[in-house]
């Protein structure tokens, strides 16, 4: 049996339509002539496009500057500076540990 192949526009409208609720995904699979786990897949390929990589990481990234005379400057991946002063090691490593994600 030969293997059907769909273009993206038709990919594309049904994966719209399972993601505007107007029907399940069986149900959608059934009306567009495609198997449930293809739809999955659309599902899938569609999702992995639209997540930011943002949120897919896994911690966030720091770069300690300066860690002289109980003061500290981090600065973080996304640009803000978080500058400390009379800091302990101790207090250094919560702030850094809170912003981390959970």
């Known amino acids: 049996m030969p293997k059907i192949r769909y273009s993206a526009d038709f990919r594309t409208a049904a994966v719209a339509q399972v993601l505007s609720r107007t029907g399940s995904i069986a149900q959608v699979a059934r009306e567009v002539g495609c198997t449930v786990g293809t739809l999955h897949s659309w599902l899938k390929k569609y999702r992995q496009k639209t997540t930011p990589p943002s ?15 109980s003061s500290a400057e981090i600065v973080l991946s996304n640009g803000i500076t978080i500058r400390l002063t009379d800091a302990t090691p101790r207090s250094i490593a919560e702030l850094i540990h809170a912003l981390a994600p959970c």
């Open 55 to 69: 949120d897919q990481t896994s911690f966030v990234p720091i770069n300690v500057i300066d860690c002289q005379n």
